[in-house]
């Protein structure tokens, strides 16, 4: 929406929409997610595909280095676990959570969100954007619907994100909205990056000084 891309009264009405088909699918056809500490994502990936006998389980969120959170069917989640426990994961954290988001679980909610971006009016974003599906910028309004609706079923690959945007001169990062969730994880991946959370107007202000104070 900051990039012009959408209006927050679209943003809404998809943010919605999409939250609907997801809750939808996770009632018809429940899943689990978990957090992976102390391995890397090759290996995380490599135990994913060793328990794909048992069910569906993929990498959902590559949040930072040795960081990583796997989603799909539950007993395929549980043998990714064990898997995962056995090449030396540090904790293996159930999320509580009510389906398997970013996987193939959640494919029919991906193809209904597809047909409500399809009438949908999305211009080409007026700033760079880099979607957290690819790691890549979206530069035209297809571009903007075809990340919008893959990203319901695909991976958030945020370390390849945050790392194509300092690689391209990006130093400075704002984290909005309650938390410092995503400020943390940046730090971990480019600890020389400037980072700040707003969520609230004493945060604002911080920051306000803090850009006045750069000039």
Not at 18 to 26: C, D, K, L, S, W
Not at 38 to 58: I, Q, R, S
Not at 195 to 211: C, F, I, M, N, P
Request: charged share 20%; hydrophobic share 50%.
């Amino acid at each position: 929406m900051a990039a012009g891309a959408l209006t927050v009264e679209t943003g809404a009405r998809l943010v919605k929409a999409r939250g609907e088909a997801m809750a939808q699918v996770a009632a018809d056809r429940p899943g689990a997610m978990v957090a992976v500490l102390g391995l890397d994502d090759d290996v995380v990936a490599e135990c994913c595909h060793e328990a794909n006998p048992v069910g569906v389980v993929v990498p959902a969120n590559l949040n930072a280095p040795g960081q990583v959170v796997i989603s799909g069917e539950a007993n395929a989640v549980e043998r990714a676990a064990e898997l995962l426990k056995a090449r030396g994961a540090k904790r293996i954290l159930p999320l509580a959570v009510s389906g398997a988001f970013h996987s193939p679980l959640m494919e029919i909610a991906q193809a209904t969100l597809r047909g409500v971006l399809e009438i949908t009016e999305v211009a080409a974003p007026a700033l760079p954007i880099v979607a957290n599906v690819t790691a890549d910028y979206v530069g035209s309004a297809e571009d903007v619907r075809a990340a919008l609706a893959a990203q319901v079923a695909g991976p958030v690959r945020w370390v390849e994100t945050v790392r194509k945007l300092t690689a391209d001169g990006y130093t400075t990062f704002v984290e909005c909205g309650p938390g410092n969730v995503l400020a943390g994880l940046i730090k971990r991946i480019a600890p020389e990056a400037t980072v700040y959370s707003v969520g609230d107007t004493a945060s604002l202000a911080r920051l306000k000084e803090a850009v006045t104070a750069a000039g």
